[in-house]
């Protein structure tokens, strides 16, 4: 497992190294990724999706109050999301979906506060659409 993490963490970092439209267009796959899977992350759909529209707004520029670690933290499992082969392929009807709702609720409850204050910047900006 430690050998995935660190794998992801390299792509993460690769990522977000990258042009703005790639990172755009990785952002649009997690977005179609969460509307396929509502049934299975209901729970975190709301969070899942302000992580989204906290990675466009950094990636805009105009949210900076988020480390770079936090950063390849999200896109690191957001690239673990959004990928059908993860360690439970994600074809496997429900278990599939296990690993996924785990990634991505841990992700969630570590990032608790960074969240709280992105809601709250983005409350305070009028810039949630």
Known sequence: MQKILDNLYRQAERLISSEKSVISRFLDEVFLKIGESTEYFYKFQDNLIALVRMM??????????IST??????????????????????????????????????????LNKELERFMAWEKENNTQK
Do not use: C, E, H, M
């Open 69 to 110: 670690k936090s950063i390849i933290a999200v896109v690191a499992a957001l690239l673990y999301f959004v990928n059908p082969l993860d360690l439970i392929p994600d074809f496997i009807p429900i278990i599939g979906q296990i690993d996924d709702v785990f990634i991505v609720g841990y992700l969630i409850k570590t």
């Open 56 to 65: 466009r707004a950094w990636l805009k520029g105009d949210y900076k109050n």
